[in-house]
């Protein structure tokens, strides 16, 4: 839809076909009408097939009948954020990475904001990109910037698709009944590079090994790192965050001051301050901005406690390398909600982490059979139809001073539109249950 949007304001006919048709309704097809823009829902009709080039839906993987067509025929298939950004005329940042997408462009941006820039968010963060160039064409900014997080399935269709700034957080497993292996989709990530030149900077996660091990050709590199002992340019030495440049060791904030609590959001601040460094050099207007951070809806979200049992929104975490994340924050006993459509993974991995403070795991969605047959015979685990259900058992059984996590290790398509609204479920659940307080 932004896509169509986007290219009718710069005067291209446009064809929007969706095989489904019960995606749009009345409101979305007035949107098409508005802008002059074709439209076909239930059917892809050979019209697809005249195109001077396709802008494919990242959701839409290249084993469907239309893509092959489009590839037999060569018709250019590009991804939303290549084609947005033929038309941005100002700096962009893009983060990529397996976990913590949505913290650190978040993050990047409230920077931003309070160094005085104006930044415009959007892409797989919730917002497509051609919506927010769209808005920032109504506002004439005067130091605009574009902080985009990008999924492996955008980069998937890139060209000429050049950040500025482009940061890779981490490589885990993640999306295998995508892609053919795990390499494939390492690479898939690895494509934020493709493009860089002498004034583009590529951000590397120092600390990662799947990104140490590689070689990554770009003609500058910066480095951030929680482990000091790596090095970097920015990193936590001695309980401090901090950038090493030309002139030394600069420090910003003390880690005990970040209000987003984990070791895996100190990695994801040293990201952010590594990706602004060269738009904010000044240590105190970082720490500024770090210290007045909120924490990101859906990851790690504290809502609420029922009779003391302390509730947390982790909709987010849809891989299990994100699940295992969540886990390592808590040292209390623990209910966790797991389940949803299953994306290939390895729920073993689980269960060093869950052995100790596990009260039970409680299945939801698609993926319980799959879970169930992995982890059952090491765990405690109980099948449950709905997270309302798993919610009314851990109340039922669980006691004052446990938690309650809904971090699912699995996307929400069998029962949600997507992350978040899984999460506002599960948050509105919980605020409305007898005996609920904060």
């Excluded at 290249?62 to 941005?88: A, C, G, H, M």
């Excluded at 002498?198 to 050709?217: K, M, S, Y």
């Excluded at 003391?308 to 987010?316: Q, R, T, V």
Aim: net charge negative; proline share 5%; glycine share 6%.
């Amino acid at each position: 839809m932004g896509a169509a949007r986007l290219l009718s304001h710069f005067g291209a006919k446009v064809l929007l076909s969706e095989l489904n048709a019960d995606q749009f309704n009345a409101e979305k097809r007035q949107i098409m009408a508005d802008i002059g823009a074709e439209f076909e829902f239930g059917y892809h009709s050979p019209d697809v097939l005249e195109s001077d080039f396709v802008v494919v839906s990242p959701g839409i993987p290249e084993n469907v009948d239309i893509i092959k067509k489009l590839r037999e025929q060569d018709i250019p298939i590009y991804s939303e954020i290549e084609v947005t950004s033929w038309f941005i005329d100002a700096p962009i940042i893009a983060v990529t990475g397996s976990n913590g997408k949505t913290t650190t462009v978040n993050l990047i941006h409230h920077l931003l904001q309070t160094a005085g820039y104006d930044s415009f968010l959007g892409g797989n963060v919730g917002v497509a990109a051609s919506e927010i160039l769209l808005d920032s064409l109504q506002k004439a900014p005067k130091k605009p910037i574009f902080v985009l997080e990008v999924s492996s399935f955008q980069l998937d269709n890139i060209n000429s698709f050049k950040p500025q700034v482009a940061v890779i957080l981490n490589l885990t497993p993640d999306h295998l009944d995508r892609y053919p292996s795990l390499d494939a989709y390492y690479e898939s990530k690895l494509e934020i590079f493709r493009n860089l030149d002498e004034n583009c900077v590529a951000v590397i996660n120092r600390d990662d090994p799947e990104l140490t091990r590689r070689d990554i050709f770009a003609d500058h590199k910066r480095f951030f790192a929680v482990n000091s002992q790596n090095g970097a340019d920015a990193m936590l030495a001695e309980g401090v965050l901090g950038i090493m440049n030309a002139s030394g060791w600069n420090p910003i904030l003390p880690a005990k001051a970040l209000p987003i609590p984990g070791r895996h959001n100190l990695s994801n601040a040293l990201a952010a301050i590594a990706a602004v460094m060269d738009y904010i050099p000044e240590p105190e207007v970082l720490a500024q901005g770090l210290m007045t951070f909120s924490a990101v809806p859906h990851r790690i979200e504290y809502v609420g406690k029922i009779n003391g049992i302390a509730c947390y929104n982790d909709s987010k975490a849809t891989n299990i390398a994100s699940t295992e994340v969540a886990i390592h924050s808590f040292s209390k006993p623990l209910w966790l909600i797991l389940g949803g459509k299953d994306k290939g993974g390895d729920f073993t991995t689980l269960l060093p982490l869950l052995e100790e403070h596990i009260r039970e795991v409680l299945l939801v969605g698609a993926a319980t059979d799959i879970i169930e047959t992995q982890i059952g015979r090491s765990l405690p685990t109980r099948k449950l139809e709905t997270i309302s259900s798993a919610i009314d058992h851990c109340i039922k059984h669980g006691k004052e001073g446990d938690v309650l996590l809904l971090s699912p290790a699995c996307a929400s398509f069998d029962q949600f539109d997507n992350f978040e609204v899984r999460g506002d479920h599960f948050r509105s659940l919980i605020q409305n249950w007898e005996g609920w307080s904060m």
